[in-house]
């Protein structure tokens, strides 16, 4: 299995332009969890989707952000317009029903100039 | 989810076990003990969990007081490469309440 796979590892981009983050959960995984790291907040949780419906997304941050989840294998983040306090590290998690642990991606590291 | 405090940072010698504490005084009943891990530049990884009882799996050791007021991850034989941010959180495991919600943690350093 290759684990949960994002991309793009690395975006630069600069303020006002539209970013799009990818997550392909671990096959037959029920729920995807997409969170933020930095330094100031830590890791914090941003929504999670069960069976590709979005359950909770009390953590995304404002208008700016919107996740979907189209299908089992697929979720994005967007942020239109970004700014620079979006820099941050992106993670998207898996976890199956039933199991107890989840399993992170290796990030996306966001920098917005 | 009951809070967690964990010291901020820990040293350990290379060899040697590796002790963090964590203290969870207001558990739940149904709420169990999880460790995670994060490596520099690497997502969370998951280390292990427990209700009451004590648990051991080929990455660690977890120990559960009998109160379940707090525990204590152990790393047997530390490496170089254990040196990470270890996260000590609590959370019910029914599926309403699915999110790990991740405390500062205590950063390990395992030193040669």
């Known amino acids: 299995d290759a684990g949960v796979i994002q991309s793009p590892r690395h975006e630069v981009t600069e303020m006002g332009q539209e970013v799009t983050l990818r997550c392909k959960p671990i096959?037959?995984?029920?729920?995807l969890f997409w969170y933020r790291q930095t330094m100031m907040r830590g890791l914090e949780l941003l929504i999670y989707?069960?069976?590709?419906?979005?359950?909770?997304d009390s953590g995304m941050p404002e208008d700016r952000f919107s996740a979907k989840m189209p299908n089992a294998s697929f979720s994005t983040l967007k942020i239109q317009p970004s700014e620079p306090r979006d820099s941050a590290v992106y993670f998207c998690?898996?976890?199956?029903?039933?199991?107890?642990?989840?399993?992170f991606g290796s990030g996306t590291r966001l920098t917005v100039v | 989810d009951a809070k967690t405090t964990q010291p901020t940072s820990m040293d350990c010698a290379e060899g040697r076990a590796a002790n963090l504490p964590c203290n969870h005084s207001?558990?739940?009943?149904?709420?169990?003990v999880y460790w995670y891990r994060q490596i520099h530049s690497q997502g969370p990884q998951y280390i292990i969990h427990?209700?009451?009882n004590n648990e051991t799996n080929e990455m660690a050791s977890l120990i559960i007081t009998e109160d379940r007021k707090s525990s204590t991850l152990i790393l047997p034989h530390a490496t170089l490469r254990d040196t990470a941010v270890y996260y000590c959180?609590?959370?019910?495991?029914?599926?309403?309440?699915?999110?790990?919600?991740f405390g500062g943690g205590t950063r390990l350093m395992v030193k040669p």
């Open positions: 998690a898996s976890r199956g029903d039933g199991l107890y642990g989840y399993t």
């Open positions: 096959s037959g995984h029920d729920y």
């Open positions: 989707f069960n069976n590709n419906v979005p359950i909770d």
């Open positions: 207001t558990i739940s009943g149904n709420e169990y």
């Open positions: 427990g209700l009451k």
């Open positions: 959180i609590v959370r019910t495991n029914n599926n309403a309440g699915n999110m790990l919600t």
